[in-house]
């Protein structure tokens, strides 16, 4: 009897455990076999930066390294007059330039109110590796990125002065939509690991106050990730993006199950329910991307476009948006 006993526990031990393996081979067969198409999704119509991250990736670069080279090329491209060098200026004619990048990991880093350094992306990586901080400012960020290396140059363009010359003679602060300041990259990253990352690089707005800052280096509102769930990205008037925390609100959406397009459009809803908001004064749009490579947008007016790539093909792509049903 007890050998029949000790029989019947051993085969039932060998039968389960077979189980188990057999379980799990095909586990990894499941991920190995699932090959994924990495995708690079940015804000507005900047060829050289979709391409500049696309080559990235398409080699089997990082989602990190794809939106960081995708931000630095337009960050050096001068006719572009809200990011990088030829940015438009503050009131007081300073360029200060704001960036941010999230990482599959969830480690972030950003740099705000920075002059003289062109490529503040590079800069804010720089934070999120190489210091036990998140955010660096000013001055202090200006020491690191001078101590790192950078190089340090003027910001301010003969277009962009001009610009600010002419603005000087009224001095009337008010944004224009799509048209003034609503230039932002902003960019966001699948790659074939099955990594997601994010990057944000902005003057911020044209002629704001000296020492204003924006939502896009802010963790949660201009930016981000977590990297089971997608990440989103914003751009337009900075403070209603950060009065309602736009892009972690999408990427939470996004986690209780709603499509990158649905959170988007919910997260500009948030914004023009809000008690007497005057949304049809300014522009906020939002891209988000999940971990099936799936992307989606929404704006608050027309007009706002943003590039993906995914199959070997960049296309520029015009957002739906909130005001056409009004
Ligand atoms: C800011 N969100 O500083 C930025 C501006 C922007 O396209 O997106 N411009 O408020």
């Given at each position: 009897m007890r050998k029949i006993l000790f029989l019947s526990w051993l085969a039932f031990i060998v039968f389960h455990s077979c189980n188990k393996v057999t379980k799990k081979e095909n586990l990894t067969n499941e991920v190995v076999n699932t090959k994924i198409t990495p995708v690079v999704v940015g804000t507005w119509n900047f060829p050289k930066a979709i391409e500049a991250a696309a080559e990235v990736i398409k080699n089997g670069g990082s989602a990190l390294d794809a939106v960081e080279k995708g931000c630095r090329a337009e960050e050096a491209n001068i006719e572009n007059q809200t990011v990088g060098i030829g940015g438009l200026p503050d009131r007081d004619g300073s360029v200060t330039l704001d960036a941010c990048v999230m990482n599959e990991k969830g480690d972030y880093g950003a740099v705000v109110g920075v002059k003289n350094i062109k490529h503040v992306i590079s800069?804010?990586?720089?934070?999120?590796?190489?210091?036990?901080?998140?955010?660096?400012?000013?001055?202090?960020?200006?020491?690191?990125?001078?101590?790192?290396?950078?190089?340090?140059?003027?910001?301010?363009?003969?277009?962009?002065?001009?610009?600010?010359?002419?603005?000087?003679?009224?001095?009337?602060?008010?944004p224009i939509i799509n048209i003034e300041n609503h230039d932002t990259i902003g960019m966001l990253a699948l790659d074939a690991e099955g990594n997601i990352s994010g990057a944000c690089t902005t003057s911020g707005l044209a002629y704001k106050m000296a020492g204003r800052i924006g939502d896009s280096p802010i963790i949660g509102a201009g930016l981000y990730v977590d990297?089971?769930?997608?990440?989103?990205?914003?751009?337009?008037?900075?403070?209603?993006?950060?009065?309602?925390?736009?892009?972690?609100?999408?990427?939470?959406?996004?986690?209780?199950?709603?499509?990158?397009?649905?959170?988007?459009?919910?997260?500009?809803?948030?914004?023009?329910?809000?008690?007497?908001?005057?949304?049809?004064?300014?522009?906020?749009?939002?891209?988000?991307?999940?971990?099936?490579?799936?992307?989606?947008?929404?704006?608050?007016?027309?007009?706002?476009?943003?590039?993906?790539?995914?199959?070997?093909?960049?296309?520029?792509?015009?957002?739906?948006?909130?005001?056409?049903?009004?």
């Open positions: 800069l804010a990586r720089k934070v999120m590796e190489d210091t036990p901080h998140a955010i660096l400012a000013g001055k202090g960020a200006e020491q690191f990125a001078i101590t790192n290396g950078f190089q340090q140059e003027d910001l301010l363009t003969e277009a962009s002065k001009k610009a600010w010359e002419e603005w000087k003679v009224k001095s009337e602060y008010k990297n089971e769930v997608g990440g989103a990205v914003a751009t337009g008037l900075g403070e209603e993006v950060l009065k309602t925390v736009g892009s972690f609100l999408i990427v939470e959406l996004m986690r209780q199950g709603k499509s990158p397009q649905e959170a988007c459009e919910e997260a500009i809803k948030r914004i023009v329910s809000k008690p007497n908001s005057n949304y049809k004064d300014f522009q906020v749009c939002y891209i988000a991307i999940n971990k099936k490579g799936e992307v989606g947008s929404y704006a608050i007016h027309e007009w706002f476009s943003y590039n993906v790539f995914k199959n070997e093909e960049i296309k520029n792509i015009k957002s739906d948006f909130y005001l056409k049903t009004k």
